[in-house]
């Protein structure tokens, strides 16, 4: 039985009709650039994320950066980010000349550890950006503690998150000074190519990243500040209007599947409760785990991507491989061992629990379309391969 890791075409062959006219609409009427499309975009997720600015941009990459040129991040300034993410996260940082600061993550939510943080901070430090990573929110209170006592700005990173709840029910991407999100097409709100979004709630800010995402003109070709070309296309954002009413069915389809890997695993005897961390146990399963779950929260996890932990992660993946079965190493290399960064002089030694998940995190198929059968047959695999 084949199982890919994402298959969006079904997505796409469930809303064909839709979607084929508002690619057909835009063709239309040639208008491309911040049109009415980014406009009713805009409004829906400021509505839907509760917050008082949403602006639709180029990427979650340009989100993070446009954030940090908006916080007036300068050269030499220091920026503290976990160690274990996906590259942009701290790409943007250096892209300004500016100094990403690796902090190790927390071993249940791989998200940025907050007892990791205050030790970094030095007179330079303006912004920590922690990331909600796979589609669970981080530590939000303790960091956003921690920024108000040293008066840091939060840039969030939502990319893997968009309409993830906090624990008290706030949508991350909100609780910070700017939230940033993507719509590449794997992310559970995907556009046909390129496509994010910068939040905010903060008046100023909110204007500087508008007037910053049209190359710092205003009125146009008048310029006080540098920006960039980092808008959306009236394309993409014509196929998120389409989309975007059925995002919160589709998280829900995948915390569904999240609950039939757990029983599924349990049930074989690959593992035990989730989240509960015993790296002796050979021939274990780790689960993921849903810190913030609670009863009055329906996101407290959108699942993004599916995370179990296994000693001998790159022999599963492998014979999974072999069965047509999809997996991903969500990522094999954190920041701190990167050879771009190699001039940060990072001790190796400072970053355990990062360097742990490198070597055993793999990533299972977890999109709305799979079936019941399709994932049995993931955990029957994987069963063969540890029983072997
Ligand atoms: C996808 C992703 C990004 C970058 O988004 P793009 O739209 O691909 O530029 C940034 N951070 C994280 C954690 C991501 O998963």
Redesign the pocket.
């Known amino acids: 039985m084949k199982v890919p890791l994402l298959d969006l075409k079904l997505q796409y062959l469930s809303h064909k009709k839709e979607l084929d006219e508002a690619l057909i609409r835009v063709a239309e009427s040639q208008y491309f650039i911040l049109g009415k499309e980014v406009e009713k975009l805009e409004t829906s997720l400021k509505e839907y994320l509760g917050c008082k600015y949403a602006i639709g941009v180029s ?6 950066l446009l954030a940090l040129m908006a916080l007036n991040i300068q050269p030499g300034d220091e920026v503290i980010v976990p160690t274990f ?2 590259f ?2 701290a790409g943007v940082v250096s892209r300004l000349n500016a100094v990403p600061v690796f902090a190790d993550i927390d071993p249940v939510t791989f998200n940025l550890d907050p007892n990791d943080i205050e030790k970094l901070i030095t007179p330079k430090t303006k912004a920590i950006i922690p ?1 909600h ?1 796979y589609g669970q929110s981080a530590a939000m209170d303790e960091i956003m503690a921690i920024a108000k006592k040293h008066q840091l700005k939060v840039v969030e ?1 939502g ?2 998150a968009i309409g993830v709840q906090y624990k008290n029910g706030k949508k991350v991407g909100t609780i910070g000074d700017i939230g ?1 999100y ?3 097409p794997s ?1 559970n709100l995907g556009c046909f190519g ?3 979004l910068v939040v905010t709630d903060d008046d100023e800010l909110g204007e500087m990243l508008k007037i910053m995402r049209v190359h710092g003109g205003k009125p146009k070709y008048y310029h006080k500040v540098i920006g960039g070309n980092f808008r959306i296309d009236e394309i993409q954002a014509a196929v998120l209007n389409v989309k975007f009413p059925f995002l919160d069915a589709w998280s829900e389809k995948r915390r569904e599947n999240a609950k039939l890997y757990t029983k599924f695993f349990i049930d074989a005897g690959l593992a035990e409760e989730e989240g509960k961390l015993i790296f002796d146990e050979k021939n274990k399963v780790l689960l993921p785990k849903a810190v913030y779950k609670n009863p009055n929260v329906k996101n407290y996890h959108i699942y ?1 991507q599916y995370i179990i932990r296994v000693e001998k992660r790159d022999e599963l993946r492998k014979y999974l491989g072999e069965k047509e079965i999809g997996t991903e190493i969500y990522y094999p290399v954190p920041f701190h061992r990167q050879e771009c960064f190699a001039n940060l002089n990072c001790n190796d030694a400072d970053f355990p629990v990062s360097n742990k998940a490198a070597s055993d995190t793999i990533a299972l198929p977890i999109f709305p379309e799979l079936t019941e059968a399709q994932l049995k047959f993931v955990v029957d695999s994987i069963a063969e391969f540890l029983k072997s």
């Open positions: 990427s979650g990459t340009d989100a993070l993410s996906f942009a996260t990331v990573l990173d990319a893997q940033c993507s719509f590449f992310k390129d496509g994010g993004n």
